[in-house]
């Protein structure tokens, strides 16, 4: 009965577990971030634009930057299964965009940006 239980116990404690490793590391995700301040600037539009608040917004909508006709017409609100398939590969994501980064391969490190992404406030 007990290991019953502690099986049970386990396997719902499991996903949670996954569920916190996929969150990502925001510390690391900064340090992951560099290369993207080549054109985000934090707290304006530079080349890019400003990525305040950009967790849970409608892509293409911060005011006064000019983006893209394929990000405005994308429908994309950046939750966290839109960020990591933006960021996994942004031509992919959205055929068309202005953004040249080519995107990052490793998984985690995509995570750890996203986590680091909303604690931009």
């Not at 040249?100 to 998984?107: K, L, S, T």
Request: charged share 20%; proline share 5%; net charge positive.
């Amino acid at each position: 009965m007990r290991q019953l239980f502690l099986g049970a116990a386990l396997a719902l404690l499991a996903p949670l577990a996954a569920q916190a490793q996929d969150a990502g590391d925001a510390a690391a995700g900064e340090k992951a971030f560099a290369p993207c301040k080549a054109c985000h600037q934090i707290g304006k539009n530079g080349v890019g634009p400003n990525l305040v608040g950009v967790a849970g917004r409608k892509a293409a909508t911060y005011e006064g930057y000019n983006y893209s006709a394929a990000l405005k017409n994308s429908g994309i609100t950046w939750d966290d299964a839109n960020l990591h398939e933006w960021l996994k590969n942004p031509k992919t994501k959205v055929p068309g965009t202005k953004m040249v980064f080519a995107g990052y391969p490793d998984d985690k490190k995509i995570n750890d940006v996203i986590a680091y992404l909303k604690t931009l406030k």
